[in-house]
T-cell receptor
Framework: EPEVTQTPSHQVTQMGQEVILRCVPISNHLYFYWYRQILGQKVEFLVS????????KSEIFDDQFSVERPDGSNFTLKIRSTKLEDSAMYFC???????????FGPGTRLTVT | QKEVEQNSGPLSVPEGAIASLNCTYS??????FFWYRQYSGKSPELIMSIYSNGDKEDGRFTAQLNKASQYVSLLIRDSQPSDSATYLCAVNGGSGNTGKLIFGQGTTLQVKP
C-alpha cells in the first residue's frame, strides 16, 4: 500500500542553523501539506502546496520557512534560521483532492538546542 | 477563527465496551470530516472519513455527522486495549478550500482489560 515517507526521522540542530525536512508524498497525489505538532499540543497546519506553488499558509509559516518540490517525487520544508520554539514533530501529508482523505507521513522530530 | 473542539479526556472504558468520542466545529461551510488515531510519538493515522449527514460504518468504527448541529462523533464497538490512543477530529472545507485540515486537541482513550 502506498505511503508517505519522511526523512530524517529525528534531526537535532543548533539555534540559527538551517534545516531541510524531506518528504515523498504518495505518487498519484496532487496536494501536499506540512503540519507541525509541538509536544502535548494540537496538530497545526503550516502550508499547502499544489501545482508547484503555495496555495495557503498559516501565520506560523513566516519568512523563515519555505517549501519546494525540487523534482517529481520530493517535497521539502526548509527552516532558514531555527529557533528553540521550532522544536516539534513535523508531518508531511498528501491527498488526491482538497476534500479527500489526507495521509500522513511518520514525521520528523526536530530538536533545536 | 475556525475551530474544532474535543474533550481531551481521558475517556476510560472497559474492554468490550463501546467508546463514544465527540467533536464540534465552528465553520458551517466545512465539507469533509475525518477521524485520526495517534499513538504516542507517532503520526496521525486515518481511520474514518465522513462527508454527508448520517452514519458511516467501517468494521468496529462508526462515524456520525450532523451538520445542522456542527457535530461529529466516532463510536468504537468492542473496544480493545490496542484501541488505547488519542483520537483526533479533523475538519476541512469551506470557502477557498485548499484542503487545510483543522484539528481538535484530541481525546485520549484508555481501554482497560
Amino acid at each position: 500500500e502506498p505511503e508517505v515517507t519522511q526523512t530524517p526521522s529525528h534531526q537535532v540542530t543548533q539555534m540559527g542553523q538551517e534545516v531541510i525536512l524531506r518528504c515523498v508524498p504518495i505518487s498519484n497525489h496532487l496536494y501536499f501539506y506540512w503540519y507541525r505538532q509541538i509536544l502535548g499540543q494540537k496538530v497545526e497546519f503550516l502550508v499547502s502546496f499544489y501545482n508547484n506553488e503555495i496555495s495557503e499558509k498559516s501565520e506560523i509559516f513566516d519568512d523563515q520557512f519555505s517549501v519546494e518540490r525540487p523534482d517529481g517525487s520530493n517535497f521539502t520544508l526548509k527552516i532558514r534560521s531555527t529557533k528553540l520554539e521550532d522544536s516539534a514533530m513535523y508531518f508531511c501529508a498528501s491527498t488526491q483532492g482538497t476534500t479527500r482523505e489526507q495521509y500522513f507521513g511518520p514525521g520528523t522530530r526536530l530538536t533545536v538546542t | 477563527q475556525k475551530e474544532v473542539e474535543q474533550n481531551s479526556g481521558p475517556l476510560s472504558v472497559p474492554e468490550g465496551a463501546i467508546a463514544s468520542l465527540n467533536c464540534t466545529y465552528s465553520d458551517r461551510g466545512s465539507q469533509s470530516f475525518f477521524w485520526y488515531r495517534q499513538y504516542s510519538g507517532k503520526s496521525p493515522e486515518l481511520i474514518m472519513s465522513i462527508y454527508s449527514n448520517g452514519d458511516k460504518e467501517d468494521g468496529r468504527f462508526t462515524a456520525q455527522l450532523n451538520k445542522a448541529s456542527q457535530y461529529v462523533s466516532l463510536l468504537i464497538r468492542d473496544s480493545q486495549p490496542s484501541d488505547s490512543a488519542t483520537y483526533l477530529c479533523a475538519v476541512n472545507g469551506g470557502s477557498g478550500n485548499t484542503g487545510k485540515l483543522i484539528f481538535g486537541q484530541g481525546t485520549t482513550l484508555q481501554v482497560k482489560p
